[in-house]
């Protein structure tokens, strides 16, 4: 049987003592959807799952998984599921020299779909240097050197008008690459 590892990214969890996810429920709501191999890192809501259908789609994984934490804690919590080949090419196409940079600095928003370029191409971005940002496959690279919590561009990137349409949720490159770590023990 052929298997394969994904990771979940919740969205808006555990933040100010608002949708209180505990980590070792949504491992029992994974592995009651079949998944094996369940996993949870930090208590931001990202858990590493293997499933059995290794043909599984990312997007139909994320909506079963939505559905199930809506039933079992009685609120929608938007997920986005990715393979651990997607977070390794997520790695390894980073416009950024991320082993020179602090992991709080660099940042990458998963999308549910490719952003529009031409919304992104509108922003100024010289207004807000030194922080940057880069368009890749279904995500958004951010650069700030001050960290997520006082950058400007940040705010503005995570505006809907932006990604309109797109579901997405951020994590500092830490979390990124123990993601990619943790899909890569499992496979």
Not at 3 to 28: D, F, S
Request: aromatic share 6%; with cysteine.
């Amino acid at each position: 049987m052929t298997t394969r590892t994904y990771a979940a990214l919740l969205r808006g969890i555990n933040v100010g003592g608002h949708k209180k996810v505990p980590m070792a429920e949504l491992r029992q709501v994974l592995a009651g959807l079949g998944h094996t191999g369940v996993r949870t890192h930090l208590q931001s809501g990202n858990a590493v799952f293997t499933t059995a259908r290794a043909d599984a789609d990312p997007a139909a994984l994320a909506r079963v998984l939505e559905a199930a934490i809506e039933e079992h804690f009685g609120f929608r919590v938007p997920c986005l599921v990715v393979d651990g080949a997607h977070l390794r090419a997520v790695v390894a196409a980073c416009p950024f020299p991320a082993d020179t940079l602090e992991g709080r600095q660099l940042h990458v928003t998963f999308l549910s779909g490719q952003p529009d370029e031409e919304r992104f191409a509108a922003l100024d971005a010289q207004a807000f240097l030194p922080e940057e940002f880069r368009l890749g496959d279904r995500v958004v690279y951010l650069y700030a050197p001050e960290g997520l919590g006082r950058s400007k561009l940040g705010e503005v990137l995570a505006r809907p008008a932006l990604l309109k349409g797109l579901d997405a949720t951020s994590r500092n490159w830490n979390t990124v690459t123990k993601l990619v770590e943790l899909t890569q023990e499992e496979s």
